[in-house]
């Protein structure tokens, strides 16, 4: 799996080998050698944490610029709902699509109208007795990722639903062929998105091979050229065609209260996705149909490469929704079996097991306990691992060794000093 | 053949603290890349049981040995001992107080899950002694 992207990375020249992001990481996939942090690629499910927690800006999300749109004959935006909670005063999302236009795309879709399907759908799919519950929404790349990396027992309680981005992508892009005739290569869909998850997940799916979306804009990179480009429209076009329901999944609890009913959890947050996780896996949640997970504190107005506060966005979209009907966007039931996955979601066992073979694995898990004694449990991260525990394992893995550890070197050249002495 | 031995104390006097054993075995078991069927069976299993350590006994200890083929694990209390088993093992008895059945606990149905998460289950149980209960857990 060395072709694995992931859209969060480190700008070396800005980080100054603290451990802020080391400590914070939840997948523990960051590490510090010579004075820089790493990030363990294979373990970085791209929540975007370290990006909130380095206070000297050295983690960025790598994302699509305005220039790549002219590759394509034909540009189409699809705005993440969560875009429209960037703006003050905002009573129009049409404003926001025709500002997209103005500032140089062809076509515009937005994402929520795509979510009212997936609603739809999910509360079809529940309805019929088909799902494995309590199902677990798709929505957010970054727990899909944690799941498939750390839940396997949970992997069959996702829903098998594409995500609204691809949903949207897919309608999209056969909209405009079937309007222009033109071919797959000439049209270039472009999400705008609120974090890095989105990026890596188009580039890397984790289910299935190919998204029908050829690049990820920030909402941070194109926010100064379209609000600018929003004070100056001459024209507001009638683009939009979503609903409350639709634009509600930009915060979290958005998508669940589209279940309308059915019995549901919303947690956001990534330390409580995990915990929830946990739960769930130990069987201690019940009388719960549907759990709606987003790695962003707030849901997707969190993500980190919006502009505007979360708690500013949610409270605007909750205002943006008031003058919304419920929803625009019916399934037509015959288009169901477009919006499954392209696939299951597959555990993969290699990313956290300490070997494949478990006689070397207990082995391998004797000496770190071992080695665990010796280190002495203040989790201080000067050695470059997040926990002692987190650096034990380096060692067994030959990641590192003992004298990382600044006791442990310590301990060492006192004893070298010590010997030393007596000679002369 | 290779093992991992844990050793856990139950304390009995925080409630709030129960479900840290069976939490870090896990853990552990997850980082082996063990079956994750039998993790999660091992998960439950031991929760229940270490919970009613907690509820019906003031606490223990469990030890746990991870085998490539299987986990063995015995959970230990010095409390009141069970008076008949059978009738323990009955989906929905319960002498679980008012207390801890407003969180939810008391439903009676610990021990059957326990039976039926776990391959081998054995309780050696002495009224005012206390009770040990033998699970063992297969990768099937
Ligand atoms: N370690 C123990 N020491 C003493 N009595 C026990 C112990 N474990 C279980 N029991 C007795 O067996 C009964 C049944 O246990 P079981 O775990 O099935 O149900 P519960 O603990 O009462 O409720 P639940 O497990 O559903 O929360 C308990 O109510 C208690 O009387
Ligand atoms: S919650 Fe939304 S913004 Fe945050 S990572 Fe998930 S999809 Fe992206
Ligand atoms: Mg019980």
């Given at each position: 799996m060395s072709t694995y992207f992931h859209s969060v990375t480190l700008q070396p020249n800005l980080c100054c080998g603290c451990t802020n992001c080391l400590k914070r990481c939840p997948t523990e996939a960051i590490r510090v050698h010579e004075g820089k942090a790493h990030i363990l690629r294979q373990r970085c499910i791209d929540c975007g944490e370290c990006i909130r927690n380095c206070p000297h800006h050295a983690k960025k999300a790598l994302s699509s610029t305005m220039e790549e749109i002219e590759n394509y004959k034909i540009k189409v935006a699809l705005p993440a709902p969560a875009l429209f909670g960037q703006f003050n005063n905002l009573d129009n999302i049409d404003i926001v699509l025709s500002g997209l236009i103005s500032i140089g795309f062809d076509y515009v879709f937005e994402v929520s109208r795509a979510a009212e399907l997936v609603s739809d759908a999910t509360r079809k799919l529940i309805s019929q007795g088909k799902l494995n519950l309590p199902v677990i929404s798709s929505a957010c790349p970054a727990v899909v990722r944690l799941i498939k990396i750390r839940f396997p027992e949970l992997c069959d309680n996702v829903m098998p639903l594409l995500a609204p981005m691809e949903v949207a992508a897919r309608i999209a892009r056969k909209e405009v062929k079937d309007k222009t005739g033109a071919s797959d290569e000439d049209i270039g869909v472009f999400f705008i998105t609120p974090c890095a998850a989105k990026y890596t997940e188009i580039l890397s799916p984790s289910v299935g091979s190919k998204s029908a979306c050829n690049g990820a804009i920030a909402i941070s990179h194109i926010y100064p050229e379209l609000t600018s480009a929003m004070e100056h429209l001459k024209v507001i076009e009638p683009l939009s065609n979503s609903g409350l329901i639709g634009v509600g999944w930009s915060i979290s609890g958005g998508e669940s209260a589209a279940m309308l009913g059915e019995k549901y959890l919303a947690a956001d947050g990534i330390e409580n996705v995990i915990r929830v996780l946990e739960e769930l896996e130990d069987d201690h949640i019940h009388d719960v149909d549907f759990i709606e997970l987003n790695a962003c504190s707030g849901g997707c107005v969190g993500g980190v490469l919006n502009v505007e506060n979360p708690y500013v966005a949610q409270a605007r979209i909750q205002n943006l929704r008031k003058y919304l009907p419920i929803s625009l966007n019916h399934l037509d039931e015959k288009d169901l079996p477009n919006m499954l996955l392209d696939g299951e979601l597959k555990f993969d066992s290699s990313i956290f097991s300490l070997d494949t073979d478990i006689n070397k694995a207990i082995e391998k898990m004797t000496k770190m306990e071992e080695i665990l004694k010796g280190l002495p449990g203040l989790d201080c991260g000067s050695c470059g691992a997040p926990s002692c525990r987190a650096m034990a394992e380096d060692i067994v893995q030959n990641h590192?060794?003992?004298?990382?550890c600044i006791f442990k070197l310590k301990a060492k050249i006192q004893k070298v000093y010590d010997q030393l002495k007596d000679t002369i | 053949m290779s093992a991992i031995h844990l050793h856990f104390d139950v304390p009995g006097d925080d409630f709030t603290r129960a479900g840290e054993a069976s939490g870090s075995t896990k853990k552990r078991l997850k980082a082996l890349g063990y079956d994750s069927d039998a993790i999660r069976r091992v998960a439950i299993a031991m929760y229940e049981a270490e919970i009613n350590m907690v509820i019906h006994a003031n606490g223990g200890y469990c030890d746990v040995d991870v085998y490539p083929d299987r986990v063995e694990i015995l959970l230990a209390d010095d409390g009141p001992g069970i008076e008949d088993i059978d009738k323990a093992m009955q989906e929905g008895y319960s002498t679980a107080p008012d207390n801890v059945r407003s969180l939810g606990f008391g439903a009676g149905m610990g021990l059957p899950n326990i039976k039926k998460y776990s391959d081998e289950m054995r309780i050696d149980t002495k009224l005012g002694i206390g009770t040990k209960l033998y699970l063992t857990i297969k990768v099937h």
């Amino acid at each position: 799996m060395s072709t694995y992207f992931h859209s969060v990375t480190l700008q070396p020249n800005l980080c100054c080998g603290c451990t802020n992001c080391l400590k914070r990481c939840p997948t523990e996939a960051i590490r510090v050698h010579e004075g820089k942090a790493h990030i363990l690629r294979q373990r970085c499910i791209d929540c975007g944490e370290c990006i909130r927690n380095c206070p000297h800006h050295a983690k960025k999300a790598l994302s699509s610029t305005m220039e790549e749109i002219e590759n394509y004959k034909i540009k189409v935006a699809l705005p993440a709902p969560a875009l429209f909670g960037q703006f003050n005063n905002l009573d129009n999302i049409d404003i926001v699509l025709s500002g997209l236009i103005s500032i140089g795309f062809d076509y515009v879709f937005e994402v929520s109208r795509a979510a009212e399907l997936v609603s739809d759908a999910t509360r079809k799919l529940i309805s019929q007795g088909k799902l494995n519950l309590p199902v677990i929404s798709s929505a957010c790349p970054a727990v899909v990722r944690l799941i498939k990396i750390r839940f396997p027992e949970l992997c069959d309680n996702v829903m098998p639903l594409l995500a609204p981005m691809e949903v949207a992508a897919r309608i999209a892009r056969k909209e405009v062929k079937d309007k222009t005739g033109a071919s797959d290569e000439d049209i270039g869909v472009f999400f705008i998105t609120p974090c890095a998850a989105k990026y890596t997940e188009i580039l890397s799916p984790s289910v299935g091979s190919k998204s029908a979306c050829n690049g990820a804009i920030a909402i941070s990179h194109i926010y100064p050229e379209l609000t600018s480009a929003m004070e100056h429209l001459k024209v507001i076009e009638p683009l939009s065609n979503s609903g409350l329901i639709g634009v509600g999944w930009s915060i979290s609890g958005g998508e669940s209260a589209a279940m309308l009913g059915e019995k549901y959890l919303a947690a956001d947050g990534i330390e409580n996705v995990i915990r929830v996780l946990e739960e769930l896996e130990d069987d201690h949640i019940h009388d719960v149909d549907f759990i709606e997970l987003n790695a962003c504190s707030g849901g997707c107005v969190g993500g980190v490469l919006n502009v505007e506060n979360p708690y500013v966005a949610q409270a605007r979209i909750q205002n943006l929704r008031k003058y919304l009907p419920i929803s625009l966007n019916h399934l037509d039931e015959k288009d169901l079996p477009n919006m499954l996955l392209d696939g299951e979601l597959k555990f993969d066992s290699s990313i956290f097991s300490l070997d494949t073979d478990i006689n070397k694995a207990i082995e391998k898990m004797t000496k770190m306990e071992e080695i665990l004694k010796g280190l002495p449990g203040l989790d201080c991260g000067s050695c470059g691992a997040p926990s002692c525990r987190a650096m034990a394992e380096d060692i067994v893995q030959n990641h590192a060794k003992e004298t990382d550890c600044i006791f442990k070197l310590k301990a060492k050249i006192q004893k070298v000093y010590d010997q030393l002495k007596d000679t002369i | 053949m290779s093992a991992i031995h844990l050793h856990f104390d139950v304390p009995g006097d925080d409630f709030t603290r129960a479900g840290e054993a069976s939490g870090s075995t896990k853990k552990r078991l997850k980082a082996l890349g063990y079956d994750s069927d039998a993790i999660r069976r091992v998960a439950i299993a031991m929760y229940e049981a270490e919970i009613n350590m907690v509820i019906h006994a003031n606490g223990g200890y469990c030890d746990v040995d991870v085998y490539p083929d299987r986990v063995e694990i015995l959970l230990a209390d010095d409390g009141p001992g069970i008076e008949d088993i059978d009738k323990a093992m009955q989906e929905g008895y319960s002498t679980a107080p008012d207390n801890v059945r407003s969180l939810g606990f008391g439903a009676g149905m610990g021990l059957p899950n326990i039976k039926k998460y776990s391959d081998e289950m054995r309780i050696d149980t002495k009224l005012g002694i206390g009770t040990k209960l033998y699970l063992t857990i297969k990768v099937h």
